[in-house]
């Protein structure tokens, strides 16, 4: 199986930074890396799919890059409702294993 | 609008079994595949199976082939997880997602949305 591993764990950032979480796979994924926030007490939603294609409906502030091994996700601006935690998904071959998660705290 | 409601969750003893459910709405049922994930008490997101919008092709998590079972009724618009020989490491939330593809071979592909979950406890 594909291992994906994000950092950092978490992170403490003011509303206006730059906040950017990093997505490493064990082997090349190609493109194929998503992006997920979850709120608590809440589902999954996407944000970023195929490496950098932003979700419909999902704020510019968000952007995603990347191929191969090594993945990023930036949110610029920051706003208090990006608090949440923040997955990377490999769907290049089953399991499409998911990242470890990356909390992030405003 | 999309709607995917998980049940079927609930308490179940270790070395027991569990048939959970995932009413679908709002899309055509049989033209996309479907995934099941779970998340462990504050703990992050395990994909366990997915499913072709026909049936046909199924693929499982070594964590749980062997032991769960993914289908889905097609003419009830409702997906399925029949999960056997339970352990309590199987204790968790357990999410469908409805998938952007009908087979599950290529890659171009993500979960969306995701029902609200369903929580299964395995305990004596």
């Known amino acids: 199986d594909i291992q994906m591993t994000q950092s950092p764990s978490s992170l403490s950032a003011s509303v206006g930074d730059t906040v950017t979480i990093t997505c490493r796979a064990s082997q090349t994924v190609y493109m194929y890396l998503n992006w997920y926030r979850q709120k608590p007490g809440k589902a999954p939603t996407v944000l970023i799919y195929v490496a950098s294609n932003l979700k419909s409906g999902v704020p510019s502030r968000f952007s995603g890059s990347g191929s191969g091994t090594d993945f990023t996700l930036t949110i610029t601006s920051l706003q208090p409702e990006d608090f949440g935690t923040y997955f990377c998904?490999?769907?290049?071959?089953?399991?499409?294993?998911f990242g470890q998660g990356t909390t992030v705290e405003i | 609008e999309i709607h995917l409601v998980e049940s079927g969750g609930g308490l179940v003893q270790p070395g027991g079994s569990l048939r959970l459910s995932c009413a679908a709405s709002g899309f055509t049922f049989s033209n996309y595949a479907l995934v099941w994930v779970r998340q462990a008490p504050g703990k992050g997101l395990e994909w366990l199976s997915g499913?072709?919008?026909?049936?046909?092709?199924?693929f499982y998590a070594d964590s749980v082939k062997g032991r769960f079972t993914i289908s889905k009724d097609n003419s009830k618009n409702t997906l399925y997880l029949q999960m056997n020989n339970l352990r309590a490491d199987d204790t968790a939330v357990y999410y469908c997602?409805?998938?952007?593809?009908?087979?599950?071979?290529?890659?171009?592909?993500?979960?969306?949305?995701w029902g609200q979950g369903t929580l299964v406890t395995v305990s004596s």
């Open positions: 998904q490999q769907t290049y071959t089953p399991p499409w294993t």
């Open positions: 997602a409805k998938d952007s593809r009908t087979t599950v071979t290529e890659a171009w592909r993500w979960s969306d949305p």
């Open positions: 499913i072709s919008g026909s049936g046909e092709t199924t």
